[in-house]
């Protein structure tokens, strides 16, 4: 049973910073390019950022780029983030696609974890 399960959430100040982990099982995760994204009430998914299998291939979504970084090690997707704004306040998800360049494409990605709560006070 392959789960995903995020960690790192919470309530931080804007400017702060927050690291957000997956943690993923039951899959050989480095056959599985790993995506993060994130959803506040009332928008639509956005995309966050991509990484993949090898760690060789990285992207970031617009509103992220510069502030975010994502990693990956061995069975453990990560995303730094810094220089947070209330903007950022969302549920994040991670997300494992088995098939190559997937990128920001949501309905490509196999698995998703339950999410994890980032709020960011102004």
């Known amino acids: 049973q392959v789960q995903l399960v995020e960690s790192g959430g919470g309530l931080v100040q804007a400017g702060g910073s927050l690291r957000l982990s997956c943690a993923a099982s039951?899959?050989?995760?480095?056959?599985?390019?790993m995506g993060w994204f994130r959803q506040a009430p009332g928008k639509e998914r956005e995309f966050v950022g991509y990484?993949?299998?090898?760690?060789?291939s990285i992207y970031y979504g617009d509103t992220v780029k510069g502030r975010f970084t994502i990693s990956r090690d061995k069975n453990t997707v990560y995303l730094q983030m810094n220089s947070l704004n209330p903007e950022d306040t969302a549920v994040y998800y991670c997300?494992?696609?088995?098939?190559?360049?997937?990128?920001?494409?949501?309905?490509?990605?196999?698995?998703w974890g339950q999410g994890t709560q980032v709020t960011v006070s102004s």
């Open positions: 990484i993949n299998w090898s760690g060789s």
């Open positions: 039951g899959l050989t995760f480095s056959n599985y390019a």
């Open positions: 997300a494992a696609a088995a098939r190559r360049d997937v990128v920001a494409n949501a309905n490509m990605y196999d698995y």
